[in-house]
């Protein structure tokens, strides 16, 4: 992980990879591996034109240390550094078959997250109820036989849009009235399973995604903005519910 200093200057090199991150990426890699053992040739279940409808519920992780401080008219700490909380929250994805084995999958829901502080100032709350709405669209490609476990991986596009956020108590008291995150474009792995219950569309659902972005955050007194920072938020995105398809 790495620091930033008071007068914004260049990341420090610092604490090791934390470690539920390495979990998680271990976990993601076991997804992928599960979905290219089961990769057997055979007729994909879902057919052309299908419409799959699934309800999770979804465990959001994201990152959001701070990468750079572009500005800082309000003097922070030495070694200040940033961890966005986790939440958990329901989820629905739609998805619509291009192909026998081949997908588009967008989903819907709004996970809310404070941002805490961490180094020079650990335990500091630095934003506040920061609502993001993940719009992300995969293309997913399915292996499996007809009428058995189908595990898929996907890719695509995604764009972060931020809703009502708010300073924290400790960027409120070191003169910030109003807080931004930018909405951002950025990338998603995505790898999971369908396992059928029946033979009417009904099944488990378990997936998994990784997304990729690097949002800005601007805390401001008034109009004018005093603090500055580029972060990495990369969430982990795990979900597991049911499907229907029709």
């Known amino acids: 992980m790495r620091g930033i200093n008071a007068a914004g200057s260049r990341p420090v090199q610092g604490a090791p990879v934390n470690a539920r991150s390495t979990d998680m990426k271990k976990d993601y890699l076991s997804l992928i591996a599960l979905a290219a053992a089961l990769a ?7 057919k052309t034109g299908d419409i799959q409808f699934k309800i999770f519920a979804t465990y959001v992780a ?3 240390k701070i990468r750079d401080v572009k500005l800082d008219a309000i003097g922070l700490p ?8 986790d939440n958990v929250t329901p989820t629905v994805a739609i998805e619509y078959f291009v192909a026998d084995n081949i997908s588009l999958e967008t989903i819907a829901g709004v996970t809310q997250h404070d941002v805490n502080g961490r180094g020079g100032l650990s335990g500091a709350t630095l934003v506040s109820d920061a609502k993001i709405v993940p719009a992300t669209l995969t293309l997913k490609y399915h292996f499996g036989k007809e009428g058995g476990i189908q595990p898929y991986v996907g890719a695509g596009p995604s764009y972060f849009i931020f809703i009502d ?5 400790t960027t409120r008291s070191l003169g910030a ?17 369908d396992i059928p219950v029946n033979d009417k569309g009904l099944a488990f659902s378990l997936d998994a995604k990784r997304y990729f972005l ?3 955050a601007t805390w401001y007194a008034g109009p004018t903005p005093v603090i500055k920072t580029r972060h990495t938020l990369d969430p982990w995105v795990i979900s597991a519910g049911v499907a229907f398809r029709f």
């Open 214 to 216: 690097r949002p800005t």
């Open 40 to 46: 057997v040739p055979g007729q994909a279940s879902a």
């Open 78 to 85: 030495a070694g200040t550094q940033a961890k966005a909380d």
């Open 165 to 169: 956020e708010k300073p924290g108590a």
């Open 62 to 64: 994201p990152d959001g």
């Open 177 to 193: 009235t109003r807080q931004k995150m930018s909405d951002k474009l950025g990338a998603a792995l995505q790898a999971g399973v």
